[in-house]
């Protein structure tokens, strides 16, 4: 099963932009790489995801490195409530195995 | 459009028994997942339901199981508990399984003494 190595946690100030790295070395061409994230006592959230090209939407952008070994999901300016545990997860498009790892606690400082 | 809801929201049990949670997909969404998620852990993958069937599951025992109704509603069962059973266990649904987008329920915390 292809893995993801994320940091066990960061720390941002608000309004400032947040990048949380995730490292996927042996990814394969067919895996999509999603991110997650749990606000505390909620289940998860969908954020983003993608495939080779990088990707923005209304929460984030997600920055896909050319050998799609790497990938960085940008919070273009953390608010409190950002606060949450970011999941990079890789899905195996043939069996849609979603396989979350440990993810990074993200904290906001007012 | 109402959110994937679970049932109940928390369930104590003593070793050996049996647990039953349930999980109401959004409507329209016709796949299930169930995840496990110990204290402070990240999430495990249980299982997955597709159109009623079982499509895939994790690493678990076989004293988890579940089934997926013909309303695409979900049902995860837990025999003869173990301590380490106590977690909470959340459920999502997705409708297209091309791009897999997930939706979490509140999940169900259950505890065995």
């Known amino acids: 099963d292809a893995k993801t190595t994320q940091p066990n946690s960061m720390e941002s100030n608000e309004e400032e932009p947040v990048h949380l790295p995730c490292n996927h070395s042996?990814?394969?061409?067919?895996?999509?790489i999603h991110w997650y994230r749990q606000l505390p006592s909620q289940g998860p959230e969908y954020v983003i995801h993608g495939l080779t090209s990088n990707v923005n939407n209304r929460m984030a952008s997600l920055a896909i490195a050319e050998d799609r070994k790497s990938s960085t999901l940008i919070l273009h300016r953390a608010t409190l409530r950002d606060a949450a545990v970011y999941y990079c997860?890789?899905?195996?498009?043939?069996?849609?195995?979603?396989?979350f790892g440990a993810g990074t606690r993200l904290t906001v400082k007012p | 459009e109402a959110g994937v809801t679970q049932s109940p929201t928390h369930l104590i049990k003593t070793r050996g028994q049996q647990a039953t949670l349930r999980c109401s997909p959004i409507?329209?969404?016709?796949?299930v997942y169930w995840y496990q998620q110990a204290l402070g852990l990240g999430l495990q993958f249980l299982l997955w339901?597709?159109?009623?069937?079982?499509?895939n599951r994790g690493n678990f025992p076989p004293r988890f199981s579940g089934r997926q109704f013909p309303n695409y509603s979900s049902e995860l069962n837990v025999n003869a508990l173990e301590l380490e059973d106590s977690a909470l266990y959340l459920c999502a649904s997705y409708r297209d399984r091309n791009k897999n987008i997930q939706y979490f329920g509140a999940g169900t915390r259950l505890s065995v003494l």
């Open positions: 339901y597709d159109e009623g069937e079982e499509r």
């Open positions: 409507s329209g969404h016709t796949s």
């Open positions: 042996t990814i394969s061409g067919t895996d999509y």
């Open positions: 997860i890789l899905r195996d498009v043939g069996n849609n195995d979603m396989r």
